[in-house]
């Protein structure tokens, strides 16, 4: 099965940047754009750009921390609820299980939108699995995404429930060095960094360099190629999304 493959930019990207990426996206035929939510950079806020610049391009966070955003404090007004993804997460939250529970609830009474949560443990996933619409993952090499799709799939059993993944893509060498220290810091994040020695990988594995590996991650439903240029310029990201494109392509 071919993955859908979709855009991933930071929380914090302008809006002017974003109304200039947003059509450009659309027209080179990526089925989503993913913003992740900062406390200096709000995902919704961003897609209410990204909306009123496309018709088609489907819209997702990826993803929102309940434990600094409360579900009920959201603000969805101007998204589209037919072309969004809500993605949620527990972010530091003492009861994370209890907090995602709770916040799912929240959301079913306040949208139709479908709800994908950050799930980086086992438990979290089976939550997703059994009450949610969607999972994204994070980090993971393509052997170790297949693995946890699969624990996905016999925990759904007969619900639909859609498999994403993020990874971290750099198209051109100058951006290798940013790539290398997003990495490094998140070898350093106790959660991840426990994550990856459970799995025996390094963060800089689950990334991806090469168009010759992108077919390797067609184990998840949707892959997320998280752009990483150098300085995050309009420039440099108009470039990424273009020979992100010839890329795929080149894939078919």
Known sequence: MRADVAIGLPGTTPAEHLRALAPRIERLGFSTLWLNDLPNGDSLA????????????????????????????????????????????????????ALVADGIATLRRATPAPIVVGALGPRMRRLAAERADGVLFNWL??????????????????????????????????????????????????????????????AIETTLAKVDRLA???VVDEVVLRAITPNGTLEELERFVEDAASWWARDA
Do not use: H, K, W
């Open 141 to 202: 090499t393509p052997g170790a995404a297949a693995d946890a799709v699969a624990e996905l799939r016999a925990a759904a059993g007969d619900r639909t429930v859609r498999a994403v993944l993020y990874v971290r893509t750099i198209t051109e060498e100058s951006a290798r060095p940013t790539l290398e220290r997003e990495a490094q810091r998140y070898d350093g994040v106790p959660s991840y960094a426990a994550n990856f020695e459970r799995l025996g990988i390094r």
């Open 216 to 218: 390797q991650f067609d």
């Open 46 to 97: 961003g897609l209410r750009v990204v909306a009123a610049e496309t018709a088609t391009l489907r819209l997702a966070t990826g993803v929102i921390p309940l434990d600094r955003r409360p579900s009920d404090t959201l603000d969805l007004g101007g998204l589209p609820a037919d072309r969004t993804m809500i993605g949620i997460g527990s972010g530091g939250a003492p009861r994370p299980l």
